[in-house]
């Protein structure tokens, strides 16, 4: 009971509507331009992505995914044609950094993640959308990673 008194008068303060409060009252606060992303972190992290053309951070690997997520993105960037060549995956949870890193440092909370040139496409539930609606097809074709046809023309006149 003795500490009633001296915090009675700040919580009055506190609760009482906006509107009575002066808005000078409280200064502004800086809101921060980056977030708790190490500038080595997000070194690593953009070296990462431009590693190569098509780039998903998941849990586990291509051969043995640690998450059913994980996994359906693997088929779904299999079902597009993805060549393998054109493509990596970074294992998050070899490495605590990175898996809280690139959550930072795409704004995106969940893992898989999947880059495409370098470009944030988006995790999971985005990849089956696209890949529902077609637009992923068409977003990899634009961008030249799928596998070629056999027998199709490489642009130079060769088969």
């Given at each position: 009971m003795l500490l009633r008194p001296a915090l009675s008068a700040p919580f009055r303060l506190s609760t009482r509507p906006l509107s009575k409060?002066?808005?000078?009252?409280?200064?502004?606060?800086?809101?921060?331009?980056?977030?708790?992303?190490?500038?080595?972190?997000?070194?690593?992290?953009?070296?990462?992505?431009?590693?190569?053309?098509?780039?998903?951070?998941?849990?586990?690997?291509?051969?043995?995914?640690?998450?059913?997520?994980?996994?359906?993105?693997?088929?779904?960037?299999?079902?597009?044609?993805?060549?393998?060549?054109?493509?990596?995956?970074?294992?998050?949870?070899?490495?605590?950094?990175?898996r809280q890193g690139i959550k930072e440092y795409s704004d995106w909370p969940t893992i898989p993640q999947l880059y495409v040139e370098k470009e944030f496409v988006g995790g999971c539930d985005i990849l089956m959308s696209m890949h529902q609606s077609g637009e992923l097809g068409k977003l990899l074709e634009e961008k030249g990673v799928l596998v070629e046809a056999e027998g199709e023309d490489d642009g130079e006149g060769k088969v």
């Open positions: 409060t002066p808005l000078l009252a409280f200064p502004a606060l800086p809101i921060p331009s980056a977030r708790l992303l190490s500038t080595s972190t997000r070194a690593a992290i953009t070296k990462a992505v431009s590693s190569a053309p098509v780039v998903l951070f998941m849990k586990g690997t291509p051969e043995t995914p640690q998450c059913g997520f994980s996994r359906a993105s693997i088929q779904i960037l299999g079902l597009q044609g993805v060549d393998p060549a054109k493509f990596t995956a970074f294992n998050v949870l070899e490495d605590e950094e990175l």
